[in-house]
């Protein structure tokens, strides 16, 4: 069974200098409206849409057949791909998820996708997951009709402008994990997990690879001069730029401090098995000494000196005793046990 497109649209609208119209209406009638007076353009905001809601969409629009695979499929790596007629950026965004504990299941970062197709009319923002809704910033861009009055490349730069900002709070909840998790490594008689370290070195990983990409498209959108970027925008990418390039030399940074608390935890272990084993070691060199001579004693030969004196058995237990509290003294005084 076949599902309207309307079902996946969660926004739509028309915007002429800026201001929306009132009254709900479809994508395919809006479109019609501003191709008609030739004023305005048309945003749409999709989520999760199948195959056969994008199908139907891009014969509205003109859109590429490849722009509705992956508008369809999702998954995409960040990119930035130029059509005859419309600009496509995906991009992965991030949420950082409230945690008590951090153990071998935790997940740290959620993430999800957001894909925007810009044209001279248009543009439609595809959200995959239930990471970064847009509704909020459709209504901060429609207080401020003055940004919108710049077109829709204004609502593409909105978009990247939201998520590199989540990309910097996701980073900064980050460092402070990695601060926490630094400073109960080296506090004194602390034992903190490996798994710990190494589930925050996954999700920084999974962080780096999410947010690393996408800083070629955003200097394309900054520097080169694409038809529908006009310069004006053009200025605005080149801030955000900034901002991620900021966020993505903080993400190698952290990935950098985690892989060296992973080798100082690797230290401290291996610090901690020798002490384990110099301690093992010394009681057995203490155990040793009484084993030994009752050995010599259990040998049952006939012709054995003391066998036969009065106070041998309490000598021989004095003699254990005493080298077993001489050994023990020793080893306390080295620092082994």
């Known amino acids: 069974m076949t599902v309207p497109t309307e079902r996946a649209v969660v926004g739509c609208g028309v915007y002429v200098d800026g201001v929306r119209e009132p009254g709900h209406v479809t994508h395919q009638a809006a479109l019609e409206?501003?191709?008609?007076?030739?004023?305005?353009?048309?945003?749409?905001?999709?989520?999760?849409?199948?195959?056969?809601?994008?199908?139907?969409?891009?014969?509205?629009?003109?859109?590429?057949?490849?722009?509705?695979?992956?508008?369809?499929?999702?998954?995409?790596?960040?990119?930035?791909?130029?059509?005859e007629n419309s600009l496509v950026l995906a991009m992965s965004t991030v949420e950082y998820?409230?945690?008590?504990?951090?153990?071998?299941?935790?997940?740290?970062?959620?993430?999800?996708?957001?894909?925007?197709?810009?044209?001279?009319?248009?543009?439609?923002?595809?959200r995959h997951g239930d990471v970064a809704g847009l509704s909020g910033l459709r209504t901060e861009l429609e207080g401020t009709p003055e940004r919108l009055a710049r077109g829709p490349a204004a609502v593409m730069h909105a978009v990247v402008d939201l998520v590199v900002d989540g990309y910097l709070r996701v980073a900064e909840k980050m460092s402070r994990e990695v601060d926490d998790l630094?400073?109960?490594?080296?506090?004194?008689r602390t034992r903190v997990g490996i798994e710990q370290i190494y589930v925050l070195k996954r999700e920084l990983l999974e962080l780096k690879h999410d947010i690393a990409p996408l800083a070629f498209p955003l200097r394309r959108l900054?520097?080169?001069?694409?038809?529908?970027?006009?310069?004006?925008?053009?200025?605005?990418?080149?801030?955000?730029?900034?901002?991620?390039?900021?966020?993505?030399?903080?993400?190698?940074?952290?990935?950098?401090?985690?892989t060296s608390l992973v080798h100082a935890a690797m230290a401290m272990i291996g610090v901690q098995q020798n002490t384990d084993m110099r301690r093992i070691s010394a009681w057995v060199a203490i155990a040793v000494v009484p084993t030994m001579i009752a050995g010599i004693y259990g040998m049952n030969f006939t012709n054995m000196p003391e066998l036969r004196s009065e106070y041998g058995y309490y000598v021989v237990l004095g003699v254990m005793a005493a080298a077993c509290t001489g050994l023990f003294l020793l080893f306390r005084k080295n620092r082994w046990l």
């Open 182 to 188: 630094e400073i109960a490594v080296f506090a004194p």
């Open 222 to 258: 900054s520097v080169e001069h694409l038809d529908l970027i006009p310069s004006v925008v053009r200025h605005y990418f080149r801030d955000v730029h900034d901002h991620h390039t900021r966020v993505a030399a903080g993400i190698s940074t952290l990935d950098e401090q985690i």
């Open 33 to 83: 409206r501003v191709r008609e007076t030739g004023r305005g353009f048309v945003w749409i905001g999709l989520h999760d849409p199948d195959r056969h809601q994008m199908e139907a969409l891009a014969s509205v629009f003109g859109l590429h057949e490849l722009i509705t695979e992956d508008a369809a499929a999702g998954r995409q790596r960040p990119k930035l791909e130029v059509y």
């Open 97 to 126: 998820l409230e945690h008590q504990k951090v153990t071998d299941t935790t997940d740290i970062v959620s993430t999800g996708e957001i894909m925007v197709i810009l044209g001279r009319d248009f543009v439609i923002t595809v």
